[in-house]
């Protein structure tokens, strides 16, 4: 089966949980929802085997595979992430906004939900999650009621909730937006900070 991919890089994760922690980045093409502070350019790519995809991210030495977008759920299954395990020897983490199901086999699930901060065409398909579990749940902050994202989590479980200030081009605009979701933090610290990181690196 060939997958459309949008581009494989390797850097160091930005946000969340692993932030810091060198990984190659498979980027995968298309995405089920429309949000209107999208900050990603992942329409194109090209058409890429199992085989390929393998070859390409065994020639970064890294100990884990981010399995991004869009919403790389579109594009993988079991046999993907069990060709991938058994061909690379890493562990697979994935980011995904939950509407579809993502394979038992991955060691790492970041959820972002985007429940009522959809387009109105995709706001129905956010509203319901698919998810089996998150080991981190990442919330971009757009001022948002931000109390449901914590019934997210599973009886008992120790989901680390990550809040995030929603990027926009504007220096001015996102100061706002940081200032806003620091002190959402601070007032609440049930929630962590998440910074894009490597937007102030200046790396990909």
């Keep these: 089966m060939a997958r459309r991919i949008n581009e494989i890089f390797y850097s160091l994760q930005g946000e969340g949980a692993h ?79 939950g509407t579809r199901r993502v394979p038992d086999e991955i060691d790492w699930i970041t959820l972002s939900p985007k429940i009522g901060m959809t387009e109105a065409a995709s706001a129905a398909e956010a509203s319901v999650l698919r998810v089996q579990r998150a080991d981190e749940i990442k919330v971009v902050d757009i001022g948002q009621d931000l109390e449901p994202y914590f019934h997210l989590r599973q009886a008992g479980s120790t989901t680390a909730m990550f809040l995030q200030p929603c990027f926009v081009p504007d220096p001015e605009r996102y100061g706002a937006n940081v200032a806003r979701t620091v002190s959402r933090v601070k007032s609440d610290p049930r929630w962590r900070l998440s910074l894009q990181t490597h937007r102030y690196l200046g790396i990909p």
């Design 19 to 97: 932030t810091g922690v060198p990984c190659v980045f498979v980027r995968f093409s298309g995405c089920n929802l429309r949000c209107p502070f999208c900050d990603t350019a992942h329409e194109r790519g090209v058409e890429m085997t199992d085989a390929e995809i393998i070859d390409y991210v065994n020639t970064y030495s890294c100990e884990w595979i981010v399995l991004t977008g869009g919403e790389p759920s579109l594009w993988i299954d079991d046999d993907f992430i069990r060709a991938l395990h058994i061909g690379t020897g890493k562990k697979i983490a994935i980011e995904t906004n």
